[in-house]
């Protein structure tokens, strides 16, 4: 079965800071990856995702993250932090073998934004 | 286009009820799927429909059932509501395909008292 891991349950960075949210997934075959973010009260909305094209995604909002199959992982990275940043941010993997719709999601980085 | 529309947002039960929520996806889209949000156990995922047939599903008791309609529309049903059953319900749609992306809804609240 799939796993997927996010380092830091809580993640603090100034306004203007680097935002780096870290993922790395199990599966024997490169999955489909994503991330999406879940502001208060809200659905989950997607940032971006990887399907096997190019391995640096970019996504809205100027977030990107980078496919690395040697690490299996998929950092997510924004260069300048703002304050409407701050939110829940979940990755989720998909076995390309699955016909279907099902999201394996890690336990989510809770990200903040200090002025 | 209209996103993913869940009904009721926000709802009370006492345990032993049961409960069903609803689910309308994004015109077009032929996949929903549902996912099951709490603090303890964060997101988990609990069955997917395509076409009125269930393709895929979670790890969860008999208790938690679905079903979806001609027009793609969804429903799940929780029988027998526990305690634990309180949590934050998602509903996605997507076209179907792996891979594709998936869009959720807000979400249906549920508190079991």
């Known amino acids: 079965a799939q796993s997927v891991t996010q380092l830091g349950s809580h993640v603090s960075v100034s306004e203007g800071a680097l935002v780096l949210l870290r993922c790395n997934y199990s599966?024997?075959?490169?999955?489909?990856l994503f991330w999406y973010v879940q502001y208060p009260n809200q659905g989950l909305q997607l940032l971006l995702k990887?399907?096997?094209?190019?391995?640096l995604v970019k996504g809205i909002n100027g977030f990107e993250a980078e496919f690395k199959k040697s690490e299996t992982s998929f950092h997510l990275t924004k260069p300048s932090a703002h304050m409407s940043d701050a939110a829940e941010y979940f990755c989720?993997?998909?076995?390309?073998?699955?016909?279907?719709?099902?999201?394996?999601f890690g336990g989510g980085t809770r990200l903040m934004v200090k002025p | 286009k209209a996103g993913v529309t869940q009904t009721p947002r926000y709802l009370i039960k006492t345990r032993g009820q049961q409960v069903t929520l609803s689910c309308s996806p994004i015109?077009?889209?032929?996949?929903v799927s549902w996912y099951q949000q709490t603090p303890g156990q964060g997101l988990q995922f609990l069955f997917e429909?395509?076409?009125?047939?269930?393709?895929n599903k979670g790890n969860f008791p008999g208790r938690f059932s679905g079903r979806q309609f001609s027009n793609s529309r969804s429903e799940m049903n929780v029988s027998t509501l526990e305690l634990g059953d309180s949590a934050l319900y998602l509903c996605?749609?997507?076209?179907?395909?792996?891979?594709?992306?998936?869009?959720f809804g807000e979400g249906s609240w549920l508190t079991v008292v």
């Open positions: 996605a749609s997507g076209q179907g395909a792996s891979g594709n992306t998936i869009y």
């Open positions: 599966s024997s075959v490169p999955p489909y």
């Open positions: 990887y399907t096997s094209a190019a391995t």
């Open positions: 989720a993997v998909s076995d390309q073998g699955n016909a279907g719709n099902m999201l394996t």
């Open positions: 015109s077009g889209h032929r996949s």
């Open positions: 429909y395509f076409s009125e047939t269930q393709r």
